[in-house]
């Protein structure tokens, strides 16, 4: 709680700062604030629509609010811009929904990544 209100000191100063607007974003999910992430992310996307990073959160956060279909394509999205978490994200969405096949696929994309060192174990590049 304490973070949050730090960025949105920061956010008040800078409110289309994108880095924050995420920030805030991974704050929100890390306290189970996912409507206050999709706020964030909302209007990081405005300002960007073509950032890989906040495709590849809002992915995770429409997946989160049960919106699955609308989570994949942010998640593809970010994919195919060469968001690193976004592979390992597109396999725990299909492993959810019970596509092992696909999951496995994309979970081999990710350990290459991992390997070649564009990926952190914490998901993030």
């Given at each position: 709680?304490?973070?949050?209100?730090?960025?949105?000191?920061?956010?008040?100063?800078?409110?289309?700062?994108?880095?924050?607007?995420?920030?805030?974003?991974?704050?929100?999910?890390?306290?189970?604030?996912?409507?206050?992430?999709?706020?964030?992310?909302?209007?990081?996307?405005?300002?960007?629509?073509?950032?890989?990073?906040?495709?590849n959160?809002?992915?995770?956060?429409?997946?989160?609010?049960?919106e699955?279909?609308?989570?994949?394509?942010?998640?593809?999205?970010?994919?195919k811009?060469?968001?690193?978490?976004?592979?390992?994200?597109?396999?725990?969405?299909?492993?959810?929904?019970?596509?092992?096949?696909?999951?496995r696929?994309?979970?081999?994309?990710?350990?290459?990544?991992?390997?070649?060192?564009?990926?952190?174990?914490?998901?993030?590049?």
């Open positions: 709680q304490q973070r949050l209100l730090e960025i949105r000191k920061q956010l008040a100063k800078k409110p289309n700062s994108i880095p924050r607007l995420e920030e805030m974003a991974k704050v929100s999910m890390s306290v189970g604030d996912y409507h206050l992430a999709l706020l964030a992310l909302q209007k990081a996307e405005e300002l960007d629509p073509r950032r890989a990073q906040t495709q959160l809002l992915g995770v956060v429409r997946w989160q609010l049960g699955p279909q609308e989570g994949y394509e942010n998640l593809m999205n970010a994919y811009r060469r968001e690193p978490a976004a592979a390992a994200n597109l396999a725990a969405l299909f492993g959810e929904y019970g596509y092992g096949k696909e999951s696929a994309f979970l081999g994309r990710a350990v290459n990544r991992l390997r070649e060192g564009t990926l952190s174990a914490g998901g993030e590049s």
